[in-house]
């Protein structure tokens, strides 16, 4: 019995130790985003070219253009804009909704997000694995939390603009929108699958995915 056990223990230890972004083992490491990333990391930018200036990021100031079909708008604080978070494993992302703004629902295969109501009143939401809904309207000074991998929006329910600041246990959480997902690839995916999927009528499907240009 022991044995087995020993051999379950060495068999997850890889998963265990991989769980989440890896450990840094430099200092820093600002990426250099003009070249190609080996296991998520990007390569350090040369230590005699890093400047105070990469450890500063102003990119969560400014308010985030919501005209679009969501009347919402991230803005992300990632590696990919900030490099300086490269190989630390955390992120931010501010998030803008004019009043009946939705950003809608999508999940982060690779981290979780916890996340903070700046200004107005939102509607935050996410499903579980077993349908399960859990929601609460949250205002300024509140914060939320979603797990990882899991479906989750936040919708504007007050009158006046909203604000969120979301954090992440990944330097870049990735997101997955299921509207845009589902019904705006390129190529689309085959119309039979999406109407046995929803259990609808082909031009149901191809009138939502004209409102995703697909």
Do not use: W
Not at 142 to 147: E, L, N, S
């Amino acid at each position: 019995m022991a044995a087995i056990l020993c051999m379950v223990v060495f068999l997850l230890a890889p998963f265990v130790s991989h769980a989440a972004d890896p450990d840094p083992l430099l200092d820093f490491c600002v990426a250099d985003l003009d070249s190609s990333p080996t296991f998520a990391n990007f390569p350090c930018k040369p230590a005699s070219n890093v400047t105070s200036e990469d450890f500063f990021f102003d990119g969560l100031m400014n308010e985030g253009n919501t005209s679009n079909l969501f009347g919402s708008r991230v803005t992300p604080g990632n590696v990919l804009t900030f490099p300086a978070l490269n190989m630390l494993g955390i992120s931010m992302n501010r998030v803008d909704l004019a009043p009946n703004g939705l950003n809608p629902p999508h999940s982060h295969p690779r981290a979780s997000e916890s996340g903070v109501v700046i200004k107005g009143r939102v509607l935050v939401g996410f499903v579980t694995t077993g349908n399960v809904f859990y929601s609460k309207v949250l205002g300024p000074g509140q914060m939320f939390v979603i797990p990882r991998g899991l479906v989750h929006f936040q919708k504007n329910v007050g009158g006046k603009k909203a604000v969120i600041l979301t954090a992440f246990n990944s330097q870049n959480a990735g997101a997955v929108v299921l509207s845009t997902t589902l019904f705006g690839t390129n190529p689309s995916i085959p119309d039979h699958v999406l109407t046995q999927t929803f259990q609808v009528d082909s031009s149901v499907i191809n009138g939502i995915q004209s409102n995703f240009g697909s």
